[in-house]
C-alpha cells in the first residue's frame, strides 16, 4: 500500500507540473528556500517559465510552435556538389555542410527550423524548412553560400573605422582607431585536410586533431613559429569557433586542440572544422514560399476530428466499464496534459502530420485498459474476488501491452529514421509523424498502466464481491 501511496503522489505531482506547464497563461510565483536548496518558478507576464534548484536555471518558452504547413514559411532544397570529394567522405562533408547552414539559421534567430539531409544515389541535398521567415531573398542567399574556414593570429594594431554618426557632431562622421583582435592569415580551410576526435593517451579527455596537406603544413609552421604564447583563432563564415594558445612551433602538418571538452562539444567542434575543410559548394534547387491559410484550415478540421474522436472514446470507456472506464478517462486526460507539457518543453513544432501522430495516439492510450478491464472481467467470470480479479488483470495484461507497443515503437524507430540510413526515407514530414506517435505511446504506457492502476488501488471500493461480479459481466 505504501508503493501504492508514493505512486499517487508522484503521479498528482506529474499531473500538477503539466498542468501548469501545458496552460502558462496561468501566473504562477513561487519562491522557497530551504538551506542550500532554492526553488523558483516564475510564469508571470510572458509564456516563459523560469525553475532554479540549487542555482541551475532551466528556461523555456512555452508557446506552442507550429510548423511551416501551418504558419507558413519558406522551403529550400540545397544540392551539394560533390564531385571533388572521396565517396567515402561525402556523407560526412553533407553533415558538415548541414551543420553550417543549422548555424547560419540559428544566427537569423528562426524559431524551431526543420533542417535534414537527404541521399539518394549521387544526389546529396539538404531540406531547409524555416516557418514564419518572410525575407525569403536575404534568408536564401546566406543559406546558399560555401562554408569559409580561416585561421587568424592576434592583432595589436588598430584598424580605422568610421563613426556610425550617433554622436551628434557636425559634418562628416569622424573616423576612429579600434583595435581588431585578430588578423587574417593565408591559412584556409582548403588546407586543412580533416578534423577529428580524438582521446588523449594520458587524461582520457577529448581533443581535436588537425590535419593539413604539405602546403598548410608549411603555413601552419610558419605561423605557430611567429605566434608562440599567443592565440591562434579560428572562423568560420567570419564567426569565431575557437581560439587555442599556441604552446609551440609546431611541425610535420599535424596539431591538437586541447581544453575542458566534453565528448559532444568535441564532435561539434570537429563537424564545424570540416565544414571547412571539405568546402562543398551547395546550390539551391528549389524554393518555395508556403502561405498558412490552409494549414490553419486544415489544423482546425483535424482538431475538429480529435475531440469527436475524443468523446467516443469517453462515450465507450463510460457505457462498457462504468467506474473503469472513468478511471480510464482521467488516465487519458492526464496523458494529453503530460503531452502537451512535453510538446512545449522540448520543444517539439507542431505539423499537420505531428497533430496526425497526436490523435492516433489517443486512441492507442486506452488499449492497454481496454487489456486490463477485459483480464479482470475473465477472473470475475471465474468467481475470484474484485481484488484477486484486479491483481491478476494488470499481471497478465501486462505481456500484451508490452509486446503491442514494442512492435508500434519498432515502426517509429524505422519510421523516424535517426540513424538517417539512405535506403529508408528521410521526409520531415514522416518524422514529425514519427515523433508524435512515439511519444504518445510512451505516455500511454505510463498513463493507461501505471496512472491507471493507482487510480483503482487507490479509489475503487474492494469490499462487495458480488456487486462487482455483476458490474464487470455488463
Known amino acids: 500500500m505504501k508503493h501504492q501511496r508514493n505512486l499517487l503522489i508522484l503521479t498528482v505531482f506529474i499531473t500538477v507540473a503539466s498542468f501548469l506547464m501545458a496552460l502558462p497563461r496561468i501566473d504562477v510565483n513561487f519562491h522557497k528556500k530551504i538551506g542550500p536548496i532554492d526553488v523558483n518558478i516564475d510564469t508571470i507576464g510572458d509564456y516563459d517559465i523560469d525553475f532554479n534548484l540549487l542555482g541551475i536555471t532551466w528556461k523555456r518558452d512555452l508557446r506552442f510552435q507550429p510548423g511551416l504547413d501551418l504558419q507558413g514559411g519558406i522551403q529550400a532544397i540545397l544540392q551539394a556538389d560533390m564531385s571533388d570529394i572521396e565517396p567515402s567522405r561525402r556523407t560526412e562533408a553533407l553533415n558538415a555542410a548541414k551543420g553550417v547552414v543549422e548555424k547560419r539559421v540559428n544566427a537569423i534567430g528562426v524559431t524551431e527550423p526543420n533542417i535534414y539531409t537527404s541521399e ?49 557632431v557636425s559634418g562628416t562622421p569622424t573616423p576612429i582607431q579600434v583595435p581588431e583582435p585578430f588578423k587574417k592569415t593565408k591559412l584556409t580551410g582548403k ?42 583563432a579560428i572562423y568560420l563564415d567570419d564567426q569565431l569557433l575557437t581560439a587555442p594558445t599556441v604552446q609551440q612551433k609546431i611541425s610535420g602538418g599535424q596539431a ?18 570540416n565544414a571547412g575543410a571539405l568546402p562543398v559548394p551547395v546550390k539551391i ?20 476530428a480529435g475531440i469527436v474522436g475524443i468523446l467516443l472514446i469517453v462515450v465507450f470507456m463510460l457505457i462498457n466499464y462504468r467506474l473503469f472506464g472513468l478511471f480510464a478517462i482521467i488516465g487519458l486526460f492526464i496523458y494529453g496534459l503530460i503531452t502537451m507539457a512535453i510538446y512545449k518543453y522540448i520543444p517539439i513544432t507542431i505539423t499537420l502530420s505531428g497533430i496526425a501522430g497526436f490523435i492516433l495516439s489517443v486512441g492507442m492510450a486506452v488499449d492497454a485498459n481496454v487489456l486490463v478491464f477485459e483480464r479482470i472481467r475473465e477472473e470475475l467470470r471465474s468467481g475470484k474476488s474484485i481484488e484477486h480479479a484486479i491483481r491478476v488483470g494488470f499481471a497478465r495484461a501486462w505481456d500484451s501491452i508490452r509486446d503491442a507497443n514494442t512492435a508500434t515503437l519498432l ?21 514529425g509523424f514519427a515523433l508524435t506517435l512515439g511519444l504518445g505511446v510512451l505516455i500511454s504506457l505510463f498513463t493507461g498502466y501505471v496512472v491507471t492502476k493507482v487510480l483503482i488501488y487507490s479509489f475503487y471500493p474492494m469490499g462487495e464481491k458480488k456487486d462487482e461480479k455483476k458490474e464487470g459481466k455488463k
Open 285 to 304: 534547387v528549389q524554393q518555395k514560399t508556403i502561405g498558412p491559410t490552409l494549414g490553419q484550415e486544415t489544423v482546425n478540421k483535424s482538431l475538429f
Open 120 to 168: 539518394e544515389g549521387d544526389i546529396y541535398r539538404i531540406v531547409v524548412e524555416l516557418p514564419g521567415v518572410t525575407d525569403t531573398d536575404e534568408v536564401i542567399k546566406l543559406i546558399g553560400q560555401t562554408a569559409q574556414l580561416d585561421f587568424r593570429e592576434e592583432n595589436h594594431e588598430p584598424v580605422e573605422i568610421k563613426a556610425d554618426g550617433n554622436e551628434k
Open 411 to 431: 515502426t517509429v524507430f524505422i519510421l523516424f529514421n535517426p540513424l538517417n540510413w539512405g535506403f529508408l526515407v528521410t521526409s520531415g514530414t514522416v518524422r
Open 256 to 273: 591538437t586542440i586541447t581544453g575542458q571538452f566534453t565528448i559532444d562539444e568535441a564532435k561539434n567542434l570537429a563537424l564545424q572544422l
Open 191 to 232: 588546407y586543412l585536410k580533416r578534423a577529428q576526435v580524438v582521446f588523449d593517451q594520458q587524461s582520457g579527455e577529448p581533443i581535436i586533431q588537425l590535419t593539413f596537406n604539405d602546403e598548410g603544413a608549411k603555413l601552419f609552421e610558419e605561423i605557430t613559429g611567429r605566434n608562440v604564447g599567443k592565440r591562434l
